[in-house]
């Protein structure tokens, strides 16, 4: 974990940059990278500095994309009152990631983005975007460490 804690804030920035690009160029939310990548670390970190900074820059982008940042935090906040309910009860299994960065796009898609900015929902395009964001978090996880002999920190 300490190689992700040291590239934790250069990260955040690029998928914050990837996003972003990918909403201008193809203007519709497909990939929820900064997202992702905050329910990652919200499983798998107990410092509350850089959840703080990755909730900032998911405000960021929901202001750039929708022009308002609070319905974000109507659905961020509980779900990860929950996620952290979740990491001590069931103590970092993947499936509780996979279901968490599910319900984060579920609710944002079937709820947050229709009845607070009048859109349809469109349930294909949310069950894609929910997806591709586990292979997301699959391929990261690879590459995560897992604690072995010369990781310490």
Do not use: H
Not at 45 to 57: D, G, H, R, S, Y
Not at 66 to 77: D, E, L
């Amino acid at each position: 974990m300490s190689t992700i804690l040291r590239y934790m804030y250069p990260l955040a920035l690029l998928f914050f940059l990837i996003d972003i690009t990918i909403f201008t160029l193809f203007n519709i939310y497909i990939s929820a990278l900064t997202l992702s990548f905050y329910s990652i670390l919200l499983l798998y970190q107990n410092k509350t500095a850089p959840l703080v900074f990755l909730l900032f820059l998911l405000s960021l982008q929901s202001f750039l994309f929708y022009g308002c940042i609070w319905p974000t935090f109507a659905y961020i906040i509980p779900l990860s009152i929950l996620g952290r309910w979740a990491n001590v009860l069931f103590k970092k299994i993947p499936f509780v990631l996979y279901s968490l960065i599910g319900l984060f796009i579920a609710i944002q898609g079937c709820f947050i983005e229709p009845y607070f900015f009048d859109t349809e929902i469109q349930k294909a395009y949310t069950f894609y975007k929910i997806c591709v964001n586990i292979l997301m978090i699959v391929i990261f996880l690879k590459y995560l460490p897992k604690g072995k002999l010369g990781d310490r920190l």
